[in-house]
């Protein structure tokens, strides 16, 4: 075990966390000055990384992922969601940017479930307030890109019957060429600061979506060797 990673092995899948950030105090500032990833600081928009909409992947896995998202969609009110008249009128074909369904529609410049400042209910994600008010988790209704940031996971294999899963904050390097013109990076500490602020580590904040990827027992014995 290095000082810069945790590694528990889950038979499997071992697992390799970043210390530095799951000890930090970072937390989502979402409405309360996150200047979003557009390519200027946009606070007031209030739109946070859900500008470009939610990526929901390819293969089995983005297909079942859409087939959720589509069914949550489905039980949200107008109460819930500012443009639920899209779905109401167009049913799943007015949630997804195409046929492919392996994104979410842009409407207004952001995704369509992201309701904005002007919306009675108040701005947020739609599917995140549909599950709070359900008495449900936002980790099961919303797509994973969604309830994961800013963790990311990057899977290798070891051998053929052993991953190596190696948890982590984004960069603004993994966003790619769009990474170079994001006016902000809530993860980086040098423009990114007023994110740490919260009042707990992240292995506590975030601990229901650590154990929605690595599992309960993994994420208990991760806390106790970093709390």
Known sequence: MSEEH??????????????????????CIF??????????????LQQGCCSYGAHLGDGADGRVEALNVAAFASVLTPEQWQFHGLFDHEGPAG???????????????ACV?????????????ALHVGAVQAGESPVDWKPSVCWQLPIRVDW???????????????TRDDWGEFGSTMAWCCTERGEGGEAYAGDRPVVASMAEELTALAGHEVVVELTRRLL
């Not at 409405?31 to 007031?44: E, Q, R, V």
Request: charged share 30%; glycine share 12%; aromatic share 10%.
């Open 6 to 27: 945790i590694e528990i092995d889950a038979g499997d899948t071992v697992w390799r966390f970043e210390r530095a950030f799951l000890t930090s105090n970072w937390t």
């Open 31 to 44: 409405g309360a000055g996150c200047h979003g990833i557009l390519p200027d600081p946009a606070s007031g």
């Open 156 to 170: 290798e294999d070891l051998d053929d019957q052993v991953e190596r899963a190696t948890v982590r904050r984004w």
């Open 95 to 109: 949630v997804f940017s195409d046929g492919q369904r392996n994104h979410t529609r842009i409407v207004d410049d």
């Open 113 to 125: 479930f992201l309701n904005r400042r002007d919306f009675p209910g108040g701005p947020g994600c």
